[in-house]
Nanobody
Framework: QVRLVESGGGSAQAGGSLRLSCVASGYTYNHYCLAWHRQAPGKEREMVADIDSFGEATYSSSVKGRFTISRGNPNNIVTLQMNSLKPEDTGMYYC???????WGQGTQVTVSS
């Protein structure tokens, strides 16, 4: 049973930083892609960034240059470093398998102006 557990998040002022972490467990194979998605109130969920097992990352245009996704050691830990935060970054952030088969419970990020 694959399990994704997020931590981090919280509140920050515009221009500040937050760091999210996701620990994946239960995979029976070593190579898998993980992603961060977010959902703001009243808006659809959007993909923020993803990273494959080789460290190749992609970002949405709204966060590129401000957010950095990385895999730790061991590589079942994925972090999202969020810098230069904006109020529009507010939302629930979810760690997910890139195939969208598995999701974490989500962690709230609130950015005030």
């Amino acid at each position: 049973q694959v399990r994704l557990v997020e931590s981090g998040g919280g509140s920050a002022q515009a221009g500040g930083s937050l760091r999210l972490s996701c620990v994946a467990s239960g995979y029976t194979y070593n190579h898998y892609c993980l992603a961060w998605h977010r959902q703001a109130p009243g808006k659809e969920r959007e993909m923020v960034a993803d990273i494959d097992s080789f460290g190749e990352a992609t970002y949405s245009s709204s966060v590129k240059g401000r957010f950095t996704i990385s895999r730790g050691n061991p590589n079942n830990i994925v972090t999202l470093q969020m810098n230069s935060l904006k109020p529009e970054d507010t939302g629930m952030y979810y760690c997910a398998d890139c195939r969208l088969n598995y999701w974490g419970q989500g962690t709230q990020v609130t950015v005030s102006s």
